[in-house]
């Protein structure tokens, strides 16, 4: 009896240290750069008045999805190219760029926020 339970301990705590390493995977993947979202979307956060990451590169056709992570409303807005409007806290909206070239953007309500999102 003693045996089949340090096995089954040993079982657990190596699908626990798994689990850990996937997670960290995960977390080390998303501060390197964007992320991809269910949707397949690469993914911009808005958090602490700022576009993260700063410049971001897609492919010709891709999506983008903008989080606001923070307490006050944003927008993503390029001129003539792209236009989120205001997202609220906690919501995400999803852009589609068919042009390639370098798109600089920014919020509509802090203009002091800029972005870059290369497509290629």
Do not use: W
């Not at 009896?1 to 390493?21: C, E, F, S």
């Not at 700063?54 to 409303?73: D, M, P």
Request: aromatic share 6%; charged share 20%; proline share 2%.
């Amino acid at each position: 009896m003693t045996i089949t339970k340090n096995r089954r301990g040993a079982r657990v705590a190596l699908l626990l240290v798994a689990l850990a390493a996937f997670a960290l995977a995960l977390l080390q993947d998303g501060a390197a750069g964007a992320g991809v979202t269910a949707s397949g979307a690469k993914s911009v956060d808005i958090a602490n008045f700022a576009f993260h990451p700063q410049t971001l590169r897609i492919n010709r056709g891709g999506k983008v999805a903008f989080t606001n992570s923070s307490n006050v409303a944003h927008t993503a807005t390029r001129g003539g190219s792209f236009d989120t409007r205001r997202i609220a806290p906690g919501k995400t909206k999803v852009v589609q760029l068919n042009q390639r070239g370098t798109f600089a953007y920014h919020c509509k309500i802090h203009p002091f926020m800029k972005g870059k999102i290369v497509v290629e």
